[in-house]
């Protein structure tokens, strides 16, 4: 765990609980430092910044770093345990803006939010806001548009009508994107067998891998990705691959066909407006993920342009202006996926 | 394919030897500390830092092979803080061995860090391929399961012959089974207790260390923090089920793969009906029932985690 902008150190701990002595001023200078000058963001991160969900926050933050209109310190791999407590200093330290994710602190992030009513909270979360905790917004990756794209292609692409899926845990943010994943394939194949699978951890890519290499084994010939290790089974028994979150094209040409990428900058953004406008309330800001706002696309082809067929593309192209335009809406379901 | 047809599968017993290499290793290091009478817990983080070690060697240029190396030595490195810490100095192993555990994985994620700051993605090697082993991998079944691995499960298996007849053939093996045995008889007979047991550590943690590559060099391509993700705790209980014998722990390794790769694709079969939760379990509940089969009978090493201290009565 590294945290860069804060060291412990007798004199530090001394400022600190002075710091905290002075809270109930805090507020009214950190109120005053708010009118001028870029934000001061701080995330806190559970994994490494190289998780693909997180990478896409990182990515967005230093976008807007670049722009200036933040300043961007970042906490990662913070266990679940001390979550709150990094939280807090960075309230402490004056940052007016956190970033974080909350799926597993919920009740704590929301205790720090609530201590600490003139920052302003942006925390990945499975749950809603809640008006009387106006500071606190959350988010999450709502990129069910392009996923069901992704679909649209695996379908078309599947010749054995068998897809396998390795996911991490059945979270909301897994479900959500494996359901409309599976939607689209439907649509293009009705009778398409799926088998899903999760394996019980964020990061361990080898395992990931080996129950790829199971699915392959039992007729899958198409992955949906969802962790690392996936893809690389697919490359290996030369099957094809769904990446989701990031792109991967690039480092598996042969394997991964299509992918549903998440932008987080417009969620940021509409944050930063926002405290800027001094309008920042309890806002879901899951919409910012949708298609629309710009949160989510479907990755270029790459080598597959060619290969994907042209009634295929077309198919999608018109299926994303139609989710553009508001026509046709992916249905959000967070359920478990199942086997079928 | 039912729950039946699927253990006739080359699939299966390729994957479970797969899944075993990493465990056979520092199984095979563990026990090797146990025999001299040092619990070592540290083997969770060693395995990391072997991962790490292992990876950004290779990642840096040099060969896999030297990664390997790179690998042995981090770990050997970890193991001697720990056996001066808990031999010579006589601290309690269990909590020293946790301790090598935090503090190792921890450095690991450190020097990650500081090797690649602005990453967006785990960067990629080019792992060791399976090599088929010339006439035997020809073999029905067997040749299909076994004889197409990567070089470092055939290293796993030669580690376990070697380890075998080191401690039931030679001078060496004796004084490590004296030492964990009767400290004091052992040292009645000349034997450098303090000594042989820092070595058996050490060496016991390159094996580790030595595992915990595998997954970064042999079964995926690059390393992530938590990747070790238990393994080393499993070793730990697979040499209470070896009976702290090579051999055995090397069948226990195995018992274990089979049943990791069995339960992912009993998962595929039956996924829909059963909540996945119980397949992940299922190799842990086996491993601990047969553990509580095989283990009745264990007789543990009789200096297991009693610090020696010379000329003490």
Redesign the interface.
Known sequence: MTLPSFRISRRGLIKASAAGALMPFAGLTSRAARAEGPIKMAAVYTVPVEQQWVSRIHQAANTAKARGDIEYVFSEKVANTDYERVMREYCEAGHQLIVGEAFAVEDAARAVAKDYPDRAFLIGSSFKPDAALANFAVFDNYIQDASYLTGLVAGAMTKSGNIGMVGGYPIPEVNRLMNAFMAGVKEVKPDTKFQVAFIGSWFDPPKAKETALAQIDAGADLLYAERFGVSDAAKEKKVLAVGNVIDTQKDYPETVVASALWHFEPTLDAAIAAIKAKSFKADDYGQYSFMKAGGCSLAPFGSFDGVIPAEVKAKVAEKEAAIKSGAFTVAIDDSEPKSS | ?DVITILF?T??WA?AI??ASPLIFATLGELLCERAGVINLGIEGIMTVGAFAGWITVYAGFGLWAGVVVAALAGALFGLLHAVLVVPLGLSQHVTGIGITLLAS?LA??FY?LALPE????P?IEPFQPWAVPGLSDLPFVGEALFRQTPLTYLAFVMVALVAWLLARTPLGLAIKAVGENPAAAEAQGINVIAVRIGAVVAGSALMGVGGAF?TLS????F????I?GRGWISVALVVFGSWRPGKALVGALLFGLF??YQ??L???A??VVP??LF?MLPYVLSIIALILVSRRAAYPRALMVPYHKGER
């Open positions: 394919m599968t699939a299966l994957a797969r899944i921890s994620y450190y860090r990453v967006t993605s785990p990629k997954l079964a995926f391509n690059s992530f923090f938590d990747m993700n990791d790769a992912l694709r998962q595929q079969w996924g829909a996945y939760q992940l």
